[in-house]
């Protein structure tokens, strides 16, 4: 299985939401400049958010979009279902019952299965607020690295 570009630009945008104080917005620019992510691609993908429920659009002056929870309400897996649709590894599975009409004889519907649990299990259990933790280690070393460098 392959996580499409539009999925993980949702969820550098989803983070980058995240990452703000609370009642601040986001322009998509600022996340287009901030993630080196193409402005007009995150301009497709910020309407399903919104739509889904999962981002706030904000006109006005001081507009822009900004998360509908908070960074714990939000697996991974919520953010890439949203945008993909079904994770499952072969589209037998993207329907809650399977309509294959070989299914009971499949000898690898069950490594499917597996596959798809390993996936839910990972995706489904990290939330925003978990990547916020690890971004902020990142930007942390970062900064201390930058700072050793201008010591020399």
Known sequence: MKISAKSRYALHLMLEL?????????????????????????????????????????????????????PEDYTVGLILR???GSLAPVSCMDDEINQCARCKACVTLDLWEQVDQAISNVVDH???????????????????????????
């Open 18 to 70: 995240a990452m703000q104080d609370e009642g601040v917005n986001l322009s998509v620019k600022s996340v287009a400049e901030s993630r080196g992510i193409s402005e007009k691609y995150l301009e497709q993908i910020i309407p399903v958010l919104v739509r889904s429920g999962l981002v706030r659009s904000v006109r006005g002056a001081k507009g822009g979009y900004r998360l509908v929870k908070s």
């Open 82 to 84: 949203t945008v993909e």
């Open 126 to 152: 990290v939330t925003l607020a978990d990547l916020m933790d690890k971004q902020r280690r990142i930007d942390a070393r970062r900064a201390a690295h930058s700072a050793q460098r201008g010591n020399c």
